[in-house]
């Protein structure tokens, strides 16, 4: 049973992270999304969610791919999750490429996924303005 585990904030869910999550998964059999918290994701992104976490959670688990969700509420929980959770292999997209290399030294395989080309939660609230 090859765990995988990848983090993020997925409000708004759109058709790029579900591209994400299918490939994560594909990397394994088991998937963990560790979802920003409210609270993670205003003190360390700045980032005010559309959704509360318990509404991107429910939206998350009900993705078949998805396995299981857990609150990400900081930035060094990396580490300890890999071990907490037997995690063989961490995903997240290129536009992370090479920030989270240091958990090869926990054991686990590091892997960054291309972006999904023109999709954001940004983008979307932009277009959504503009109409
Ligand atoms: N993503 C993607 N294509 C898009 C948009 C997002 O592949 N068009 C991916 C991101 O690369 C990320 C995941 O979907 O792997 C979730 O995206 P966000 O919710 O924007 O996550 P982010 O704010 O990057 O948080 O500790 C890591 C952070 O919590 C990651």
């Known amino acids: 049973m090859k765990r995988v585990i990848t983090y993020g ?11 994400l999550l299918r490939r994560a998964k594909e990397q394994g059999d088991y998937l ?34 998805v396995d299981l969700v857990i609150p990400e509420e900081s930035w060094e929980q990396k580490k300890s999750d890999i071990h ?3 995690v063989d292999t961490f995903v997240i997209g ?8 240091f958990l090869k030294e926990e054991g686990a395989e590091v892997v960054y996924l291309e972006r999904t080309p023109e999709i954001s939660t940004t983008q979307i609230k932009h277009d959504l303005n503009g109409k």
């Not at 904030?9 to 591209?19: A, K, P, R, S, V």
């Open 9 to 19: 904030t997925f409000d708004m869910l759109h058709y790029g992270h579900i591209n």
């Open 32 to 65: 963990i999304v560790a979802l920003s918290t409210d609270e993670f994701n205003w003190r360390e992104k700045q980032k005010k969610c559309y959704f509360s976490y318990e509404k991107r959670k429910m939206l998350l688990e009900a993705i078949r791919y």
């Open 84 to 86: 907490e959770y037997h």
């Open 94 to 101: 290129d536009d992370w490429k090479g920030k989270f290399d």
